[in-house]
């Protein structure tokens, strides 16, 4: 297990990512867009982990309907492992909240799965691999 990323939701890609790239000096980002989300996202890569910050592309995107909300912020932690579907199954059994039962694709390819935020103290939790 390690934490894979931060997801941080932001009204304005471009002006957030000269923001971070204040804070994170010498880091450049790569973009990318994942319609399956309703997102486009600035992949800032920090050692082993990254910080994603989040635009919607859609009014019903989940990560506008969280700013509307909530207003700008840590919108997901995503942690790292090895057999998503042996770890949907674990959770399962303990009784943590699945928004996904079966992983679906996100950024880059990679398997995901979202788990409640009333299940986990109010934060948003994805798994991925
Ligand atoms: N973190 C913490 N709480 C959140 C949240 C988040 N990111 N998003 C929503 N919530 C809370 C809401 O505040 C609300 O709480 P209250 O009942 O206390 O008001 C509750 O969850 C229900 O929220 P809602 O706005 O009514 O939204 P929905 O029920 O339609 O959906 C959620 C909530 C989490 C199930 C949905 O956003 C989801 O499926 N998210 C997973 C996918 C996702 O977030 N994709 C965007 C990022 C993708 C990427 O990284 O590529």
Do not use: C, W, Y
């Amino acid at each position: 297990m390690k934490l894979d990323h931060i997801g941080i939701a932001v009204k304005n890609l471009d002006s957030s990512v000269q923001v971070f790239k204040n804070i994170l000096t010498g880091i450049e980002p790569e973009f990318e867009e994942v319609a399956e989300q309703k997102v486009r996202v600035a992949i800032f890569h920090i050692g082993d982990t990254r910080i994603e910050l989040l635009e919607a592309t859609a009014e019903d995107s989940a990560v506008q309907k969280f700013i509307d909300k909530k207003g700008e912020g840590v919108h997901h932690l995503a942690f790292g492992v090895n057999g998503i579907e042996k770890t949907l199954i674990d959770f399962k059994e303990k009784g943590i909240t699945l928004i996904d039962e079966t992983p679906r694709m996100g950024a880059g390819g990679k398997k995901i799965a979202f788990v409640h935020p009333k299940s986990v103290n109010g934060i948003l939790t994805e798994i991925t691999e």
